[in-house]
């Protein structure tokens, strides 16, 4: 996982609710074996609909998601930000997530922002006028800003833990091996008989 400080980037507005893990990376990519690639299976049905936001070359390169509220309901699965992650998207605003899907989200390095309806409708409509919309967001401090709605400096949720393994990119693997040492020490001391690590 990478560090995540300041996310500098345009807006990609997706102006749906409701929308589930299954729509965000459709089931027939879940026999994938590996945790790359899925960013080709992201929307894949919706991608077939030519006025589809990602399929609008003004949005190439946005960094940042904004939808309604109620995004990555539906089933747990990690594909859903695997993809997401995968496309290139680093945050994802919208009013409300399902919780399995944000804590999923954080665990890889997508910073989800929850926002209030009426920002997440001025966002949306002025990245629909203009896609060079751009977005600050700040995990050290824990806000962001867009200039072009008059949003500045707007706080967002976010527990110190989950700030924490952001700016050190830290998954769970890199927060277990921060005890490497005492992990070793410890196998070291295990009867020959038990597993052990190696």
Not at 112 to 121: C, G, H, L, M, S
Not at 174 to 193: M, N, P, V, Y
Request: net charge negative; charged share 25%; hydrophobic share 35%.
């Amino acid at each position: 996982m990478i560090k995540v400080e300041t996310i500098n980037s345009r807006i990609t507005p997706l102006d749906r609710s409701d929308v589930d893990t299954d729509q965000i990376i459709p089931a027939e990519w879940l026999k994938r074996v590996e945790r790359s690639g899925f960013g080709e299976g992201l929307f894949s049905a919706w991608r077939k609909d030519p006025e589809f936001v990602l399929n609008n070359p003004d949005y190439k390169g946005a960094n940042v998601l904004v939808a309604r509220e109620n995004f990555g309901c539906g089933s747990s699965r990690e594909h859903a930000p695997w993809a997401l992650e995968d496309y290139g998207f680093q945050a994802i605003i919208a009013p409300s997530f399902a919780d399995i899907f944000r804590n999923n989200c954080l665990n890889i390095g997508i910073v989800p922002i929850v926002a209030k309806a009426e920002i997440v409708d001025t966002l949306i409509s002025r990245a629909q006028e203009d896609p060079s919309t751009d977005i600050e967001i700040s995990v050290k401090d824990k806000t962001w800003s867009c200039s072009a709605t008059g949003v500045l400096n707007e706080p967002f949720e976010l527990n110190d833990f989950s700030q924490y393994r952001l700016l050190n990119g830290l998954d769970d693997i890199g927060i277990t091996l921060q005890h490497e040492e005492d992990i070793t020490a410890f196998e070291s001391k295990r009867h020959d008989f038990k597993p052990s690590m190696s």
